[in-house]
């Protein structure tokens, strides 16, 4: 089965652009959670979809926003980027059933904000 | 104070060592309680997972949970060089779509 793929594996922008990033879970997965990784504040949960739907949402401002297509991909978007946006952005994805605590993590996009 | 405290490292042992990680938490609510290893440029990969307390292991690791305490360790034993990478505890709650609430993460290298 594959893992948890995410796409771009790495992106340079600058500030006050925009950014999408993608994240395509496990197969016959429908939760998808996307949290920021960076040194000083670790890993930081920024939301989880399910069925199309945001069910939980972390303490980042509006610019951070994302959405889940019914086939259970996900984007997530960053708009107005400023220099505290440079992270490695991780996606995760939970089964259905039984533990599903479980969160299965892709390789993350590392994001530079220039 | 933070939900959950985790020792900032770096560690650094020989192999062969014993390697105690630990975590201590604030929030009685947790009750899914996981290790994760975080290799560099790699996203995290789950190791131990556990329900309230108690010990669970899976070959060279230990995991520990002392939900009165509120601390929960991993311990790894025979440390190999291949063990050299970042480790993450994480908790939930209880219910389907509880987020999970990450340590900052341990750095841990073993010496040949």
């Known amino acids: 089965k594959a893992g948890v793929t995410q796409t771009p594996r790495y992106l340079i922008k600058t500030r006050g652009q925009q950014v999408t990033l993608s994240c395509s879970p496990i197969?016959?997965?429908?939760?998808v959670s996307w949290y920021q990784q960076t040194p000083g504040q670790g890993l930081q949960f920024l939301f989880e979809y399910f069925s199309e739907t945001q069910r939980n949402k972390g303490n980042f401002p509006g610019r951070f926003s994302g959405r889940q297509f019914s086939n259970s991909r996900s984007e997530m978007n960053v708009s107005t980027l400023e220099l505290g946006d440079s992270a490695l952005y991780l996606c995760a994805s939970s089964p259905t059933n039984g533990a599903t605590n479980i969160q299965y993590f892709g390789a993350g996009t590392r994001l530079s904000v220039l | 104070q933070k939900e959950v405290e985790q020792d900032p490292g770096p560690l650094s042992v020989p192999e062969g060592a014993i390697v105690s990680l630990n975590c201590t938490y604030s929030n009685s609510a947790f009750q899914y309680f996981m290790w994760y290893r975080q290799y560099s440029r790699k996203g995290p990969e789950l190791l131990m997972y556990t329900y309230s307390s108690g010990n669970k292991e899976d070959g060279r690791f230990t995991a520990q949970v002392d939900k009165s305490s509120k601390y929960i360790s991993l311990f790894i034993r025979d440390s190999q060089p291949s063990d050299s990478a970042t480790y993450l505890c994480?908790?939930?709650?209880?219910?389907?779509?509880?987020?999970?609430?990450f340590g900052k993460g341990i750095t841990l290298s073993v010496r040949p």
């Open positions: 994480a908790l939930a709650a209880s219910g389907a779509n509880s987020k999970l609430t």
């Open positions: 197969s016959g997965h429908r939760s």
